[in-house]
DNA sequence: TTGAAAGCGCTAACAG
DNA sequence: CTGTTAGCGCTTTCAA
């Protein structure tokens, strides 16, 4: 291991001492233009690299970022990490992903090894089991801002950036409806989990603003994977006197798994006997025939927005209040194929 | 700013020393048993976090690893990132994860922060442009080890994992001559690019392996965007007397959309008339209509191996030599109806 | 404009 | 088993 080399070992070579080699390596004002000149030069000769923990020790700043969400692959986090990455990346500050897998114990060990990393900032998409934000008071605690993306959890007054998502569903479903549909289910996700409880909320209002009356029993709660939707869309089925001519579906996934089942396995088509929507405009929605209408989340946007938050926090330390603040992002209405009325089709 | 408690806090309430608190919360041998628990006791009741920021400089280990790739969102990216952390976090390791935009002058500066920060490992995926591992040397230098993974320079002895590229073009283009195709085409990326030349060189051996001539002309080498794919095809299309019957694509983003374009604004149809293949098993070439013939990368056990083996690598820092290893994932080949043979069809 | 000196919070000899 | 002491590499008063 060729020992990293110092400022001491500079300061020896130059016959200066090392505080002031400190200074000149971070353009203090307090040194001699040809002192810094000097310094810098023979920094470079030796191939100095300074030592950012030491530094960090110091002045109790990391200009480090956390970001924990709970899976880094899905569509949705990896593009809004790539905006939290992106306006990170401009303030000069790097970031450390975690995924908490979904698993509440994770996500506290998570948020313990971050703090104990002395973060200056935390970017966290809480798991689904997170009713709330205990594990997350030692930042407050050390003025150390958080902000919420994408989901949160109630009653929670932290800041936060999230979707539209009860808006996001009624523009789905009053689409629908202007589509002459009638007989609309709605396929959801856990009704525990606030996200998925408002989109269901967009849904019955739009009925509601409708005239359409809710038939609970026109709502399935599923687990939301592919195998699973079509499951429930084949127990759909079964009430030969009951079939939905479209189904509001909580994400793209079950959507898609849904299209494909109907034309391929059923008497059923889409969209002319059943209109199928989406959610969340996940690039193979637009590749599937018909194209699945969906809502765009921008998860890009929330990411780089949350980010931006987090920043302005950052900033204000010392001279405001970290109250709590909340973004909305507007859903994005995305019409396709599947969703086209018997006579446009 | 609730002055964060350091053990000496903890020694002082407790009457005893600091060097004992320290030893009795890293579960030190070298602590008696009721000592032990008295410090965790008044750590949790203090509410104390360890400052690893002092930890790590002291010990000059972070327990970090650096992960730099091209673009986070991409899915070969993000699924790779999925199982470089897995295995990291299992080896109660953090994981910084930056993007280089494809940006050499990018990857050079995170490189340089990630140094400073101290990463105990890094794992590379490097820009298009990377020609060499000058800027790696920093890291070698210090004994601090460097897999890449998925690209890599030529000429490079630095240890890697990556995929059987050539043998995946192969594969596919075997498999097309086998279905009865004899006017192959190959959409390729940027010929500089190892990792294209290698796929090229794939569908080249296939080509020869069967006895059937290579054309120069044959191979059109584009910028991989959906809409270069559709200008690239329109021009193959001129040519009335030279239509190819199968075309390999170097990723399935070009793929999906010309299967798309000839399908639904040409008179040509996949896999009748045309066979597509692609390249990388992304979600939507499962949807579409029909599947994409393509070929899975196994991104996911490929940043794992390449995590697994940095891993290796960090603990024998003191063992042994840090000497080049190479470990080839094999690719998968994923047959789907836009090959399918007329005969079959 | 520069130097001297202290200390961030922790760990690890060494000593007892 | 526990305390003393030194120091990781840096920044930052204070003094000159």
Redesign the interface.
């Known amino acids: 291991?060729?020992k990293?080399i110092t400022i001491h070992d500079l300061a020896k070579v130059l016959g200066i001492d090392s505080s002031t080699v400190s200074r000149a390596l971070s353009d203090s004002p307090r040194v001699g233009a040809k002192t810094k000149e000097k310094v810098k030069a023979k920094a470079k000769e030796m191939?100095y690299?300074?030592?950012?923990?030491?530094s960090?020790?110091r002045t109790n700043k990391?200009m480090?970022i956390g970001v924990v969400v709970p899976?880094?692959?899905r569509?949705f986090f990896?593009?809004a990490?790539?905006g939290i990455?992106q306006v990170a990346?401009e303030e000069g500050y790097?970031?450390?992903?975690?995924?908490s897998r979904d698993s509440f114990a994770?996500e506290k060990e998570i948020l313990?090894?971050l703090?104990?990393?002395?973060i200056d900032g935390l970017l966290i998409s809480p798991t689904q089991d997170t009713r709330d934000g205990e594990h997350l008071n030692?930042f407050s605690?050390?003025?150390i801002p958080v902000v919420l993306f994408d989901r949160f959890y109630e009653n929670s007054n932290m800041s936060k950036v999230v979707l539209a998502d009860r808006k996001a569903t009624y523009m789905i479903t009053d689409h629908l409806i202007k589509q002459g549909k009638k007989k609309i289910f709605h396929l959801a996700g856990d009704l525990e989990s606030t996200m998925y409880k408002e989109r269901c909320t967009g849904y019955k209002n739009a009925l509601f603003d409708n005239g359409i009356k809710y038939e609970k029993s026109y709502v399935k709660s599923i687990e939301l994977y592919a195998d699973n939707a079509v499951v429930a869309m084949k127990e759909i089925l079964e009430d030969k006197n009951n079939i939905p001519d479209a189904i509001v579906c909580v994400n793209d996934v079950t959507a898609?798994a849904i299209i494909?089942y109907l034309n391929e396995s059923t008497e059923y088509n889409v969209p002319e006997d059943i209109a199928i929507a989406g959610f969340s405009n996940?690039?193979?929605s637009a590749?599937?025939?018909p194209g699945l209408t969906t809502v765009d989340q921008h998860p890009?946007e929330i990411g780089k927005t949350s980010s931006e938050m987090l920043f302005e926090f950052i900033k204000d330390k010392y001279s405001g209040d970290l109250s709590s603040k909340t973004v909305v992002i507007q859903p994005e209405l995305i019409i396709r194929g599947s969703t086209a009325s018997k006579v446009i089709a």
């Open positions: 291991m060729t990293n191939g690299q300074r030592n950012l923990l030491a960090n020790l990391t480090t899976f880094i692959s569509h990896s593009e990490i790539d990455e990346s790097r970031v450390i992903i975690s995924q994770k313990d090894g703090f104990m990393n002395r030692q605690q050390n003025k898609l494909k996940e690039p193979a590749i599937i025939t890009f």
